[in-house]
């Protein structure tokens, strides 16, 4: 199972905007009646043909075995998979792109519930890969509005093992962006979601109390990066705090309301419901958001005028969905925990520090200890290359994943990949782990 990649880059926003065979049963036969003298003959019951098996299904997951995708990947989805086939075919500007685009099934066949299929076809017809240099530290870029994905050709060497991940969240860029057409809610008002035209048409009043939710880049740039970790790469490596927050998000109200958060066309209202139904106020809200943007990019967005922690907006989120006892729930606190990092002093931002001041990985010999027991039944020893591991959700339970660097045990060949461990927090156990080597994919699918 391919785990997921997350990658740094910068995003522009659009500016013009096997089944088994069976044998069908034998219908048994029923003895023609003898009939009286006086009765009428009648005709002999003739049998009903056996049902014709639907060859969709096994269409769809021959092509989909030929371009590596596993059964499950599918999700049940045969028509809408040869259809993203067809389309993927057809489109020669994805050149050596292609076959790795085929990876992002599993994310449309989530994502179709909020899908105008026939406009985010048209897109993927349409969709297109340039390489070229780009300004330091971006490693791609998706421009919605010329529907092009950017590969920088200036990643340095060591770095190189990182470009499937670094596609695959430009991808969800592209998946994010193009669900739909419409024109999307940017106000919440008394339970209704509005566009500009409807609100246009509010009283006074109403505008004054309505509340203003743009497309808050938390979504937007932490959703690309979470979703990349959850669907390919097993972890993270940019948009830290905004992913673990995601993270965050996913384990308090569930995976179904994070598809909604990152895919549907109102992203910036779901996120605002979130916190209103919570207890924030218009005023506070906006103060939220404004700490998760700056959080996320602090090179586009200033320093919020109230900080609110990330730590203190997850605790009141939980409270009022999940009621109290966060204090105990092992998981939730280690979202909490990776939000600060090692040795970090953030948590002091939290209206609760005194009490994450007992839980932060506030030194090494702590964080040493921690990992010790994560790893400690690995058959290889990982070395880290971003500290501490970054939770993600994945089928309602919590990994923790991790760029790392490793010695192959059975080949002794050094391995540059993610490695995702789902460990009982409570129980401190691991119960299984996942490695991609990253290497090897880059030279599958880009040598």
């Known amino acids: 199972?391919?785990?997921?990649?997350?990658?740094?880059?910068?995003?522009?926003?659009?500016?013009?905007?096997?089944?088994?065979?069976?044998?069908?049963?034998?219908?048994?036969?029923?003895?023609?009646?003898?009939?009286a003298p006086t009765e009428a003959p009648t005709e002999a019951p003739t049998e009903t043909p056996a049902p014709t098996e639907d060859p969709l299904p096994a269409a769809a997951l021959a092509t989909a075995y030929e371009h590596g995708l596993a059964e499950e990947a599918i999700r049940g989805e045969y028509e809408l998979f040869i259809r993203f086939s067809e389309t993927v075919e057809s489109n020669p500007a994805l050149g050596k792109y292609r076959e790795f685009v085929y990876l992002i099934f599993p994310v449309v066949a989530d994502a179709s519930a909020y899908m105008d299929l026939d406009h985010f076809f048209d897109t993927l017809a349409g969709l297109s890969f340039v390489e070229r240099a780009l300004e330091a530290g971006i490693a791609g870029r998706y421009t919605a509005g010329v529907n092009v994905v950017e590969i920088n050709t200036e990643i340095d060497l060591y770095d190189s093992y990182h470009v499937p991940e670094v596609?695959?969240?430009?991808?969800?860029?592209?998946?994010?962006?193009?669900v739909?057409?419409?024109?999307?809610?940017?106000?919440?008002?008394d339970g209704r979601r509005l566009n500009v035209f409807e609100y246009d048409e509010l009283s006074q009043e109403e505008q004054e109390r309505a509340v203003a939710c743009y497309d808050p880049d938390v979504v937007?740039?932490?959703?690309?990066?979470?979703?990349?970790?959850?669907?390919?790469?097993?972890?993270?490596?940019?948009?830290?705090i905004s992913s673990q927050f995601l993270a965050g998000v996913e384990y308090i109200f569930g995976e179904e309301k994070l598809d909604e958060l990152f895919f549907s066309g109102d992203s910036g209202a779901v996120l605002a419901e979130l916190f209103l139904d919570a207890g924030y106020s218009k005023e506070k809200f906006y103060n939220a958001n404004q700490t998760l943007s700056f959080l996320t990019n602090s090179s586009d967005h200033g320093e919020p005028r109230v900080f609110i922690a990330p730590e203190d907006m997850?605790?009141?989120?939980?409270?009022?969905?999940?009621?109290?006892?966060?204090?105990?729930?092992?998981?939730?606190?280690?979202?909490?925990?990776?939000?600060?990092?090692?040795?970090?002093?953030?948590?002091?931002?939290?209206?609760?520090?005194?009490f994450l001041r007992g839980v932060e990985f506030r030194t090494?010999?702590?964080?040493?200890?921690?990992?010790?027991?994560?790893?400690?039944?690995?058959?290889?020893?990982?070395?880290?290359r971003y500290l501490p591991p970054t939770p993600l959700m994945r089928g309602g339970r919590l990994l923790l994943g991790a760029f790392a660097e490793w010695t192959d045990p059975e080949t002794g060949?050094?391995?540059?990949?993610?490695?995702?461990?789902?460990?009982?927090?409570?129980?401190?156990?691991?119960?299984?782990?996942?490695?991609?080597?990253?290497?090897?994919?880059?030279g599958r699918y880009f040598g």
């Not at 596609?167 to 962006?177: A, G, K, N, Q, T």
């Not at 937007?220 to 830290?240: D, V």
């Not at 600060?340 to 953030?346: D, L």
């Not at 060949?413 to 994919?441: N, P």
């Open 180 to 189: 739909g057409d419409g024109i999307p809610a940017i106000y919440v008002l």
């Open 413 to 442: 060949e050094h391995v540059r990949g993610t490695l995702t461990v789902d460990y009982d927090l409570e129980a401190d156990t691991m119960l299984g782990f996942e490695t991609i080597d990253l290497d090897a994919l880059t």
């Open 1 to 35: 199972m391919l785990l997921s990649i997350a990658s740094a880059c910068t995003h522009s926003p659009a500016d013009n905007g096997e089944a088994a065979n069976t044998a069908a049963p034998t219908q048994s036969q029923t003895a023609e009646p003898t009939l």
């Open 220 to 240: 937007i740039e932490g959703g690309a990066e979470y979703f990349t970790a959850k669907y390919f790469a097993g972890a993270e490596r940019a948009y830290f």
């Open 364 to 384: 090494w010999e702590q964080y040493s200890a921690f990992v010790e027991k994560l790893y400690v039944e690995l058959p290889f020893e990982p070395d880290l």
């Open 314 to 354: 997850l605790i009141d989120l939980y409270e009022s969905k999940l009621g109290s006892g966060w204090q105990e729930d092992e998981g939730f606190l280690y979202i909490l925990k990776a939000i600060n990092g090692v040795c970090g002093g953030e948590y002091r931002h939290s209206e609760r520090k005194d």
């Open 167 to 178: 596609v695959f969240h430009e991808l969800m860029h592209f998946v994010d962006f193009n």
